[in-house]
């Protein structure tokens, strides 16, 4: 399969870049990683006129730690960076354990962690993970930089709040809370594909070991990340037991998802699995936050 025709740009820095883009804020597709841009300009389903290819600005890949303690990641770092980083491996760990389970490893060396996010993949990892931490992004157009928090950027189905002009810049991940603890987990068929159902969890506890923060948040089952709000209320306030856990998990299931029937998995599996992989990442993530308390 070939794409439509379509003339390659390669900008020297951000600026160019975002000249380019003011300039053709409809016709233009920015190239990271080009793990998912070019499968789909192959079948066709994205022809841009114009690829902007920002391989080249190393501007954009980094990743350091803040004043206050946070994380700040260039959104051209690799996958295979972010994985392997030990920063991201002390200061976040949920980010630092859902690496591995993001395709294979080729696609780890050359995918990026801002491609992904913009993407915007139902069933990607990352954008759940990083609604759980609570992130935000820079994003800047020739004009402006504005920031958006996580939750507010996946709007739906590989839909994102970016405006066409503009670039994904920075990912800041707040300073981890003490006493807290997370937990990746995730079903799929075969080691490497994409999740039936995924979810991404982050606990705080407070004084007395009673939960001051829940954050529970399931990939492969809307058309974003979704926060199992309502799973999440009836965690905040109390001790944490492995009956309440159950119930939240539960909750989580049926009252806060409306899974999709699809070829892949019956919308009844997928609250199954939703079920018991929030309870194992809830039990996990209380463990990790009882060692840290
Ligand atoms: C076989 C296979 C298996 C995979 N399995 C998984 C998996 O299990 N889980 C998972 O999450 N992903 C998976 N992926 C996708 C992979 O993670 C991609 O790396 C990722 O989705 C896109 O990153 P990229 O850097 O390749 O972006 P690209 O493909 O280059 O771009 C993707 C989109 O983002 C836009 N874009 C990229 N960077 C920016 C930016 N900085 N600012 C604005 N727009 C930008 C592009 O214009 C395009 O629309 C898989 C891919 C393949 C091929």
């Not at 980010?95 to 490893?105: F, S, T």
């Not at 991404?200 to 407070?206: D, E, H, K, Q």
């Not at 070829?263 to 840290?292: I, T």
Request: aromatic fraction near 6%; glycine fraction near 6%; charged fraction near 20%.
């Amino acid at each position: 399969m070939k794409p439509a025709p379509f003339q390659y740009l390669v900008p020297k820095n951000l600026d160019e870049c975002l000249q380019f883009l003011y300039q053709h804020p409809e016709d233009a597709k920015i190239l990271a990683g080009g793990q998912s841009l070019i499968p789909t300009m192959n079948f066709r389903m994205a022809q841009p006129m114009y690829l902007v290819d920002i391989n080249n600005l190393q501007e954009l890949s980094y990743i350091r730690a803040d004043k206050s303690g946070g994380l700040q990641i260039g959104a051209l770092s690799r996958h295979y960076q972010v994985e392997h980083d030990a920063l991201i491996a002390q200061k976040a760990p949920l980010l630092h354990d859902v690496m591995p389970w993001i395709g294979h490893v080729q696609i780890r060396t050359r995918g990026t962690i801002g491609g992904s996010l913009v993407h915007s993949d139902p069933a990607a990892e990352l954008p759940a993970v990083m609604v759980a931490l609570n992130a935000k992004f820079k994003v800047k157009n020739k004009k402006k930089e504005r920031w958006i928090p996580a939750e507010q950027f996946f709007v739906s189905l590989f839909t994102t709040a970016l405006e066409h002009n503009e670039v994904l810049v920075e990912i800041a991940i707040p300073p981890m809370p003490a006493h807290a603890g997370s937990s990746f987990q995730e079903f799929s068929r075969r080691k490497g594909d994409f999740a039936l159902v995924g979810v991404a969890c982050l606990l705080v506890l407070g004084k007395g070991n009673v939960c001051d923060q829940a954050r529970l948040v399931y990939l492969g089952v809307g058309e974003g990340p979704i926060m199992a709000s309502q799973a999440c209320k009836t965690l905040i306030g109390k001790q944490l037991t492995p009956d309440l856990l159950q119930q939240a998990a539960k909750i989580a299931a049926q009252n806060d998802l409306t899974p999709p029937n699809d070829l892949h998995a019956s919308s009844a599996y997928r609250r199954h699995l939703a079920e018991v992989l929030g309870e194992q990442a809830l039990s996990q993530a209380l463990e990790r936050a009882e060692k840290n308390v």
